[in-house]
Every structure is written in structure tokens, then in C-alpha cells.
């Protein structure tokens, strides 16, 4: 008898002995550091080179902007409260026409700490959070990748499975037109995440 996603999902975790948390923020701080999104994404981005605080808010907007956008300030705040913490460190250039530049980069802690995270995978979690885990997914073993994708496709999964009763208890009629075409484009989306991620995983263990 075949399994359901969410049931091989669970295989592959146990398997991989990735650790699987539960759904909120404090769960996940108690297993990983009491970190938030934004010092872990910052940690990501310091894990590609060093970089100045301008330079991450510049490759934020080009990489994971779409997934997790930052106010330039909100960078510079957390900076100087990761290398306060060890997880960073920073060091000044001398500038001879500009004022002098401060720049970070991973400490051995840091990169300790980015991938604590990465390998912690939530149940029912935000789509956004395993997105960014898989930007980044590099930084952790190839298994963590595994798990986070294999959360992300089984959470689009179960969307999709509600987003199909809705629509099949729908009547077919003008008024219903527009609410129809919107839950039309919530199944399209959803089906395409969901063959996103079952082709990524196929991609991930070949590399296993």
C-alpha cells in the first residue's frame, strides 16, 4: 500500500536523523538559540564572504529579497548584535575618500549556529522560513536539505489537498466567477511548488 507524503516525509527525517520541531517560535528558539529570522538570514549571507553592512543589504535585494527583505537600518542593527554575541566579527577598513567601512564576517560559532538552524525542521511551519532554509541549505548537510524541502513539498501538499475540497464543493455559477478564478490560481500555484520540490528532491539524492 503506498504511503502519504506526509508519511514518507517522516521516513526520510527519522532516517536522516534530521531534528524535526514543532510550529512556533518559541519551540524553535529553545532548540536553536534565541535568535530571530533576520540574524539567521544575516548569518546566511555572511556565510557567501565577508561583507559590509550596505554590501548584505545589496545582496539581499538580489537573492533572497523576494523571500525575506530587510530595512537596510534593521541590518545594521543586527550586525553589531551578532559580532556582540561571537557569531560575528567585524573589522574597519580605512577609507581615504569615504568615511572608513566596517566589515563582518562568519565566526566558527557563527557558522555553528546558521546551520543548528538549518538542520531544525518545523512541522506546519512558514513557507517562507523553508525557503530560506533551502537558500541557504548549502551551509548544512546534504540530509538538513533534504528534510527542508521534503517539509516544504509535504506543507504544500496538504494545501493543495484543502485548496481541491474547497473547490469541489463549489457550485459553478457567474456569481461565484472571480472566487473561483482566485482559488483557480491557488491550485496552479500550489501544484507547481509541489513538482518544484518532488524534482528538487529527485536532484538532492543523487548527490547522497
Not at 161 to 181: H, I, S, V, W
Request: hydrophobic share 40%; aromatic share 8%.
Amino acid at each position: 500500500m503506498s504511503r502519504s507524503p506526509k508519511d514518507r516525509a517522516d521516513s526520510e527525517r527519522a532516517a536522516l536523523g534530521v531534528e524535526r520541531r514543532h510550529r512556533g517560535r518559541d519551540a524553535t528558539r529553545h532548540a536553536v538559540g534565541a535568535l530571530t529570522t533576520s540574524e539567521y538570514a544575516i548569518l546566511g549571507l555572511l556565510s557567501f564572504g565577508e561583507k559590509s553592512g550596505y554590501e548584505l543589504f545589496r545582496f539581499a535585494e538580489r537573492s533572497v529579497g523576494f523571500i525575506w527583505a530587510p530595512a537596510k537600518s534593521q541590518i545594521y542593527k543586527v550586525l553589531p548584535r551578532l559580532a556582540a554575541t561571537g557569531l560575528a566579527r567585524g573589522r574597519v577598513v580605512a577609507q581615504s575618500k569615504r568615511p572608513d567601512k566596517q566589515l563582518y564576517r562568519l565566526t566558527a560559532a557563527g557558522r555553528r549556529a546558521l546551520g543548528r538552524w538549518l538542520t531544525s525542521v518545523e512541522v506546519d511551519g512558514d513557507p517562507d522560513i523553508y525557503l530560506l532554509k533551502i537558500f541557504f541549505g548549502r551551509q548544512a548537510p546534504n540530509a538538513a536539505l533534504i528534510a527542508q524541502v521534503a517539509a516544504y513539498r509535504d506543507l504544500c501538499a496538504r494545501t493543495l489537498a484543502q485548496y481541491e475540497e474547497l473547490d469541489r464543493g463549489l457550485t459553478r455559477d457567474e456569481k461565484n466567477a472571480l472566487p473561483l478564478e482566485i482559488l483557480a490560481l491557488g491550485l496552479l500555484r500550489t501544484r507547481t511548488n509541489v513538482t518544484w520540490a518532488e524534482a528538487l528532491l529527485i536532484e538532492l539524492r543523487r548527490d547522497t
